[in-house]
């Protein structure tokens, strides 16, 4: 489990350690201490350079990632989202690679979907977070040891206890405090959530 110490990961990684899973967690930097679980192994790695797994996987559940909020991504700019999203994710599949683990899961953005190219005059339609998601499913699309099953999951914004940075989160706060509030395109699928609680329990499903 890739982004353990994240929002959607700190859910993950407690539920299927609660579920019987063995979890080998990955985070970067800030490791959440109070979401400590028998289950769970820590693991501190930027997957953005070369790391060895210390251990053999049944599946790789990627959920690392940079987030476009200039609160997280820093001074960094696009330079850290596609250290985040792209640099990541090939680091996250080299792993899978070299261990040959049968089951990979990314965990994506509905940012990839506005994403297409023109080729010939070099453009892209989509901002540099959008961009850097859709890499990342590139590469777990086409790149990934021959045999097991890959699922790409492109997720509206994730709700739930704990969410603070997304767009949907930040509007309702704004509406609470008596503020404006700015809704563009509204009948587009970016626009939609989904509870974090659904979310874990549909991919703990899957896994089982």
Known sequence: MTGASGFIGRHLVRALASNGFSVLAQYRSNR????????????????STAV???????????????SPDPAVRGSDGDSGMFAGNVKAA?????????????????????SAEKTSFDLKNRRTSADFYGLSKFLGEILFAKLHPPRGST??????????AGAARNWPVQVVERIRSGQPARVFSPNSAFNSVVGVEELVSWLGN???
């Open 151 to 160: 699922l790409v999951v492109r997720l509206p914004a994730v709700v739930g």
């Open 206 to 208: 899957w896994l089982r």
């Open 32 to 47: 959440p201490e109070k979401d400590l679980h028998p289950g769970v192994r820590w693991w501190r790695a930027d997957l």
């Open 90 to 110: 090939w680091g996250a599949l080299q792993i899978a690679i070299e261990h040959r683990i049968p089951h990979r899961v990314l965990l994506s953005s509905f």
């Open 52 to 66: 060895r797994c210390p251990m053999a996987l049944d599946c790789l559940i990627h959920a690392a990632a940079t």
